[in-house]
């Protein structure tokens, strides 16, 4: 049962770069998530998928891209990575609006 | 815009004390509402959830919470914790748009 797969579990990057965050489901699940994570701020909405073909900006959208390829992939795009996007990123799906949420095991991202 | 309040960012409790962990969230609405937690070096976990029926959730590992509409709370209690409790908890939101809001965490220590 691999649930939720992230790739990769760790990055460096130095300012200006650019990287995809790959996430993939094995669920069926329709809704998809991206959410970062930083110390005493919790989880924060970064976009979202609710379903096949859209895409929706959550709390924390600026400077990052979202594809959602197929029912499956739901990727997350830095163009030019900054040094304030240091954070733990955590890809999640669920069945649909509403509904729990299956979290990957989270991409540890370094901006230097 | 909803959103979500834990009272406490860090507790500490012996082994066999009771564990009441507070949560509030703001929304008039039709709510959804999850602890999740996370164990060191983990992804978040799902630990209950409150969709509607008895405000009494019981949840895995001996936790349950208790939904208070009229409080806007939905506390996390457990009778007796344990050392392997150690974690941090997240209170989270989903309104009908079915995008989640995240408290900022509980840290919870356990001493043997």
């Known amino acids: 049962n691999a649930g939720v797969t992230q790739t990769p579990k760790f990055q460096v990057l130095k300012t200006g770069q650019s990287m995809t965050l790959q996430c993939a489901q094995d669920?069926?699940?329709?809704?998809m998530y991206w959410y970062r994570q930083d110390p005493g701020m919790g989880l924060r909405l970064i976009y979202y998928s609710a379903s096949e073909g859209t895409t929706d900006k959550g709390e924390v959208p600026n400077g990052y891209n979202v594809s959602r390829l197929n029912k499956r992939e739901f990727s997350l795009r830095l163009e030019s990575a900054a040094p304030s996007q240091t954070s733990v990123y955590f890809c999640a799906s669920s069945e649909g609006p509403g509904r729990a949420l299956h979290f990957g095991n989270g991409t540890r991202l370094t901006v230097t | 815009a909803q959103s979500v309040s834990q009272h406490n960012h860090h507790v500490i409790l012996s082994e066999a004390a009771s564990l009441e962990l507070g949560c509030n969230y703001s929304y008039g609405g039709t709510v959804n509402l999850f602890w999740y937690v996370q164990y060191p070096g983990q992804h978040l976990q799902l630990l209950l959830k409150y969709f509607s029926g008895d405000p009494l959730v019981k949840g895995i590992k001996g936790f349950e919470a208790e939904f208070i509409k009229s409080k806007f709370s939905f506390n996390l209690r457990k009778p007796s914790v344990q050392w392997s409790d150690t974690a941090e908890y997240f209170c989270?939101?989903?309104?009908?748009?079915?995008?989640?809001?995240f408290g900022d965490g509980t840290t919870l220590t356990v001493k043997p």
């Open positions: 989270a939101v989903r309104s009908g748009a079915g995008k989640s809001t």
């Open positions: 669920m069926n699940h329709n809704s």
